[in-house]
């Protein structure tokens, strides 16, 4: 496995991570931000200050370049966490991916899919500074679609209704997976990492035995059957609402746990999964630490599937290991060529969503939400935006001297 960090330090022209810098220098000099009270909370403002000149030719230049085009986003499944909004406005990382809670707006009986309260979640977020971008974990799609059961037809109507919704609040992208009963699962989420930072990790040895679930033996057959019904009904509605439906990975991509099959596990079922219903509204969230887990060179994999145009959303992530036994570690370590993922995007001409994923937890830092760490997120946003500057800068000094 190649060194990330050596390989990043030999092929980029500059590193823009220090952009974060000032708040950690801050944090550990003792300094403290509060969060704005709900009544005194500002908007989101402009950049520009009156004090200075407009920006130059050459200045404009690099806002146009600035984070390669795409959408730089952060990840609020604890709500609005004011501490990490704060942090993300003040890195100018104001994109928003999080799911429809009433409850996080007070409404308690109302149901997620309708457009008063897709609407006023949306409002809520407008009124933080950010703006949503992408749904991840929608209402309306759980156990009865993914497993046959009875109520799915209900079950995809309404997510039928939630697209047709979100995209009347003006947002387009739905981030969702194909895992029943058990999702996303680690075996130990507080490994000792780098420097004594808390990452996730899992062992496939630690649960290959565990008994079976109240729903027994689900085969891969079953889930290809139900994965085609729900395409086949919910794409053409996508199609129509202009949605963008991001199948995420399996995680982990073990063939089975508790008797649960996987099916979303290798390149060629992605492939598989797109061949159910060609559309440029069914695609994937590339999540790169799953797909790396699953043997795949991350860069030709970006460039393949986005010959396709069918990546909708990215999480930015390094891993180490085997879908059998692997853990999570920092951006700048492990075994996927960040640089040359970061390459491979820009390259395809991706503009979308794009976030940081599983970040370790750092010193000082609460592991209540393993791989969401607010220190952790700081350094990855910075080392992510430092990637995209070094690939559309090269890119443009090839072009200059051409």
């Not at 994109?95 to 149901?111: Q, R, S, T, Y």
């Not at 079953?222 to 053409?236: G, H, M, R, S």
């Not at 949605?243 to 992605?270: C, E, W, Y």
Request: proline residues 6%; contains cysteine; glycine residues 8%.
């Amino acid at each position: 496995m190649r060194d990330s960090r050596r390989s990043f330090i030999k092929k980029s022209t500059t590193l823009a991570s220090a952009l974060t810098a000032g708040g950690l220098v801050a944090r550990a000099a003792g300094l403290a931000f509060p969060p704005a009270s709900p009544l005194s909370r500002p908007r989101a403002q402009s950049s520009q200050n009156a004090n200075f000149p407009a920006p130059s030719a050459a200045a404009k230049t690099r806002d146009f370049v600035r984070d390669a085009g795409m959408q730089m986003s952060e990840a609020y499944f604890d709500g609005f966490n004011q501490h990490k909004i704060a942090l993300c406005k003040q890195m100018d990382v104001l994109g928003a991916v999080a799911g429809i809670n009433p409850k996080m707006i007070g409404l308690n009986d109302a149901k997620p899919w309708d457009l008063p309260v897709i609407q006023a979640v949306k409002n809520a977020w407008d009124n933080e500074g950010l703006t949503l971008r992408v749904i991840e974990g929608p209402p309306a799609l759980g156990e009865k679609t993914k497993l046959g059961l009875e109520g799915r037809d209900e079950e995809i109507s309404n997510f039928i209704t939630f697209m047709h919704n979100i995209s009347k609040a003006g947002i387009d992208t739905i981030c969702y997976n194909w895992m029943p009963v058990i999702g996303w699962y680690r075996t130990d989420n507080q490994k000792r990492g780098r420097g004594g930072a808390l990452v996730t990790a899992f062992d496939n040895d630690a649960i290959k035995d565990a008994p079976p679930t109240q729903y027994g033996q689900v085969s891969k057959e079953q889930l290809w059957k139900t994965l085609e019904y729900f395409l086949k009904a919910v794409v053409p509605e996508a199609e129509k609402a202009g949605v963008k439906l991001a199948m995420h990975p399996d995680d982990p991509q073990v063939d089975q746990i508790r008797g649960i099959s996987r099916i979303m596990t290798t390149v060629d079922n992605f492939k598989r999964m797109l061949d159910l219903y060609p559309s440029p509204n069914n695609g994937i969230t590339m999540c790169q630490g799953n797909f790396s887990l699953m043997g795949a060179d991350i860069p030709a994999t970006v460039r393949d599937l986005g010959a396709r145009k069918v990546i909708h959303f990215v999480h930015f992530r390094n891993v180490r290991g085997g879908k059998f036994k692997f853990e999570e570690c920092f951006h700048d370590e492990g075994q996927i060529d960040m640089y040359e993922a970061m390459k491979a995007y820009y390259d395809i001409g991706f503009k979308g969503p794009i976030r940081p994923d599983h970040v370790p937890t750092m010193a000082e830092d609460s592991n209540t939400f393993p791989g969401y760490s607010t220190i952790g997120v700081l350094y990855a946003n910075g080392y992510i935006r430092g990637l995209m500057e070094s690939v559309s800068k090269a890119a443009a000094h090839q072009q200059n001297n051409r």
